[in-house]
């Protein structure tokens, strides 16, 4: 019976991202995905006729261009249109405007507070500061402390170096900054509640934490270190929704000789005296394998893949204590026109970017802490976006797409499981929070798509619906990762690897733990890495 050289648990972007790196470097390589289409949560899919969602992730910009070049994605279809606009609509009827143009943008704060205005230039040199500290770190694998490995110690000299190349004060703000809350860190700048709230968005996407958490500016970070054609922190969207990302990687995995096979989902993984030998699906049959990478998240991998009796107990301990808690839902929406919104005109770039009515601080903290409570929250945060603005194709002529990313949605309500009555009451919250300040808004629905953390966990297989598979939270990031002494990819079973957005640098649409995962395989393998491009700097 044929043994692949490497079978990838999970279609997903980091799946694949892997899958297309060991293929090329000359391995035969079997990727099983338990739903019939590719993607996890990069996905487009035709719910209605004639209107295509994204269905899960809906906005690019995380994803490493050095992957993109490396697998010649754009080659095979992808393109990344960037935004064009944003705003934070206001309960007074006004609005804060968000441009690409860096001085358009002070001019805009200036309308607000002429202090604001001048110190934006003194935040976003700081904040590109920490971007360029830990920007590098994300395409390398991070070392393991305890270890005195030749390339342990030398990535160790590598971060030792970094922080000695900061001053005393940098080196002050730069740990204040890793552990400090987003709302502390804006207040350091801005005296403005719609300001604040309009740089705060970043530091609780996908988070389950409120904007007063601590460990909530870094979260910020994560969001800012993407790019899009060359101009860093810039956000897009990819040409007929993101599953053109994943479809994109799927042809180059299968230009190069890689195999996919759909509704394959995977029962267990097959464990011989401590080493994996393949995989069993759910209907049986048994795949072997000279070794397995899963892109499972840390919690589904080890503790339903994989027996508890092949695993050490402080390693099991370690894994459940790993956070990984669904605080977000998703609401898709098809529009036959363009909604109004009375404080824009008609024609605003505002339009063709992400929008929200969260307009202070305070609103944010508060959604949280209905999450805390157990229940959706009542005034939710939308991150809401219409693609269809730049990319027609993803509609009928003349009708929209609108995507809306919610927080808060917590994984259990109120300690029971999530119903079709609790569904629609979270889809409501989203519904009347967007017509109050569009005025014929439920008029123009044509169709929603609700996606609560059970229906999320239950198609894409993320734990309690979390998008990160695990919290970015300083205690979580790094060699800790998702656990100390197993953040290289490896696990204790020989020849199980991880490869998901539970180890590191971490969540988004970015494809570095995929890639990281495939450079550690092939380093094992004694097989060449001449084909992996090296992080380059682009701040």
């Given at each position: 019976?044929?043994?692949?050289?490497?079978?990838?648990?999970?279609?997903?972007?980091?799946?694949?991202?892997?899958?297309?790196?060991?293929?090329?470097?000359?391995?035969?390589?079997?990727?099983?995905?338990?739903?019939?289409?590719?993607?996890?949560?990069?996905?487009?899919?035709?719910?209605?006729?004639?209107?295509?969602?994204?269905?899960?992730?809906?906005?690019?910009?995380?994803?490493?261009?050095?992957?993109?070049?490396?697998?010649?994605?754009?080659?095979?279809?992808?393109?990344?249109?960037?935004?064009?606009?944003?705003?934070?609509?206001?309960?007074?009827?006004?609005?804060?405007?968000?441009?690409?143009?860096?001085?358009?943008?002070?001019?805009?704060?200036?309308?607000?507070?002429?202090?604001?205005?001048?110190?934006?230039?003194?935040?976003?040199?700081?904040?590109?500061?920490?971007?360029?500290?830990?920007?590098?770190?994300?395409?390398?694998?991070?070392?393991?402390?305890?270890?005195?490995?030749?390339?342990?110690?030398?990535?160790?000299?590598?971060?030792?170096?970094?922080?000695?190349?900061?001053?005393?004060?940098?080196?002050?703000?730069?740990?204040?900054?890793?552990?400090?809350?987003?709302?502390?860190?804006?207040?350091?700048?801005?005296?403005?509640?719609?300001?604040?709230?309009?740089?705060?968005?970043?530091?609780?996407?996908?988070?389950?934490?409120?904007?007063?958490?601590?460990?909530?500016?870094?979260?910020?970070?994560?969001?800012?270190?993407?790019?899009?054609?060359?101009?860093?922190?810039?956000?897009?969207?990819?040409?007929?929704?993101?599953?053109?990302?994943?479809?994109?990687?799927a042809a180059s995995f299968k230009a190069s000789g890689g195999t996919i096979r759909t509704g394959a989902e995977v029962d267990h993984v097959l464990v011989s005296r401590g080493k994996a030998k393949g995989v069993v699906l759910a209907g049986g049959e048994e795949i072997y394998g000279k070794l397995v990478v899963s892109n499972a998240d840390v919690k589904r991998t080890f503790l339903k893949l994989v027996e508890e009796k092949e695993?050490?107990?402080?390693?099991?301990?370690?894994?459940?204590?790993?956070?990984?808690?669904?605080?977000?839902?998703?609401?898709?929406?098809?529009?036959?026109?363009?909604?109004?919104?009375?404080?824009?005109?008609?024609?605003?770039?505002?339009?063709?970017?992400?929008?929200?009515?969260?307009?202070?601080?305070?609103?944010?903290?508060?959604?949280?802490?209905?999450?805390?409570?157990?229940?959706?929250?009542?005034?939710?945060?939308?991150?809401?976006?219409?693609?269809?603005?730049?990319?027609?194709?993803?509609?009928?002529?003349?009708?929209?797409?609108?995507?809306?990313?919610?927080?808060?949605?917590?994984?259990?309500?109120?300690?029971?499981?999530?119903?079709?009555?609790?569904?629609?009451?979270?889809?409501?919250?989203?519904?009347a929070q967007i017509a109050e300040y569009s005025p014929g808004f439920r008029d123009r629905i044509v169709h929603m798509e609700v996606r609560t953390p059970r229906e999320i966990e239950a198609e894409v297989g993320l734990t309690e619906g979390n998008i990160f598979q695990g919290e970015l939270t300083f205690d979580q990031l790094l060699f800790n990762r998702p656990v100390p002494g197993y953040a290289q990819y490896r696990s204790p079973?020989?020849?199980?690897?991880?490869?998901?957005?539970?180890?590191?640098?971490?969540?988004?649409?970015?494809?570095?733990?995929?890639?990281?995962?495939?450079?550690?395989?092939?380093?094992?393998?004694?097989?060449?890495?001449?084909?992996?491009?090296?992080?380059?700097?682009?701040?």
């Amino acid at each position: 019976m044929k043994a692949w050289d490497a079978i990838v648990i999970g279609g997903g972007h980091n799946g694949l991202v892997n899958a297309c790196y060991l293929q090329r470097a000359g391995l035969d390589v079997l990727v099983v995905e338990k739903n019939d289409w590719v993607g996890g949560a990069a996905t487009s899919r035709e719910l209605t006729p004639g209107f295509v969602y994204s269905n899960c992730s809906y906005v690019c910009s995380l994803f490493r261009p050095e992957i993109m070049r490396d697998l010649e994605l754009p080659g095979f279809g992808l393109q990344v249109i960037s935004y064009e606009g944003g705003a934070v609509f206001t309960r007074d009827g006004d609005y804060l405007a968000n441009y690409r143009d860096h001085d358009a943008h002070r001019r805009e704060f200036a309308r607000f507070s002429r202090r604001d205005a001048e110190a934006y230039d003194r935040y976003t040199r700081d904040v590109t500061r920490q971007c360029r500290f830990i920007q590098p770190l994300l395409m390398r694998t991070a070392p393991d402390p305890t270890s005195f490995k030749p390339r342990d110690i030398s990535e160790l000299l590598y971060l030792g170096k970094k922080f000695a190349g900061l001053s005393a004060e940098e080196m002050a703000l730069t740990l204040r900054f890793w552990t400090m809350s987003i709302s502390d860190f804006l207040d350091e700048y801005f005296e403005t509640d719609v300001i604040k709230a309009n740089f705060a968005l970043s530091g609780i996407i996908g988070t389950a934490l409120g904007p007063m958490s601590p460990g909530t500016a870094y979260v910020l970070l994560h969001h800012y270190m993407g790019e899009v054609d060359g101009s860093v922190g810039a956000w897009g969207y990819a040409r007929g929704g993101m599953g053109a990302v994943t479809k994109a990687l799927a042809a180059s995995f299968k230009a190069s000789g890689g195999t996919i096979r759909t509704g394959a989902e995977v029962d267990h993984v097959l464990v011989s005296r401590g080493k994996a030998k393949g995989v069993v699906l759910a209907g049986g049959e048994e795949i072997y394998g000279k070794l397995v990478v899963s892109n499972a998240d840390v919690k589904r991998t080890f503790l339903k893949l994989v027996e508890e009796k092949e695993l050490p107990e402080i390693f099991l301990r370690r894994v459940k204590n790993f956070k990984i808690r669904g605080s977000s839902g998703k609401v898709n929406i098809a529009l036959d026109s363009l909604p109004e919104f009375p404080a824009l005109a008609k024609d605003s770039p505002v339009y063709r970017g992400d929008m929200h009515f969260t307009d202070s601080i305070e609103r944010m903290e508060r959604a949280y802490d209905d999450w805390k409570a157990g229940r959706w929250s009542a005034d939710p945060f939308l991150d809401m976006v219409i693609p269809t603005t730049l990319d027609p194709t993803m509609a009928p002529p003349g009708k929209h797409f609108m995507s809306c990313f919610v927080q808060y949605a917590p994984p259990k309500v109120n300690g029971r499981d999530w119903t079709d009555a609790d569904r629609d009451g979270f889809a409501e919250s989203v519904v009347a929070q967007i017509a109050e300040y569009s005025p014929g808004f439920r008029d123009r629905i044509v169709h929603m798509e609700v996606r609560t953390p059970r229906e999320i966990e239950a198609e894409v297989g993320l734990t309690e619906g979390n998008i990160f598979q695990g919290e970015l939270t300083f205690d979580q990031l790094l060699f800790n990762r998702p656990v100390p002494g197993y953040a290289q990819y490896r696990s204790p079973v020989g020849g199980l690897y991880m490869c998901g957005s539970s180890t590191h640098p971490g969540g988004g649409v970015m494809g570095a733990p995929g890639r990281n995962a495939a450079a550690e395989i092939l380093r094992d393998l004694a097989k060449s890495t001449s084909h992996m491009s090296l992080a380059h700097d682009v701040i």
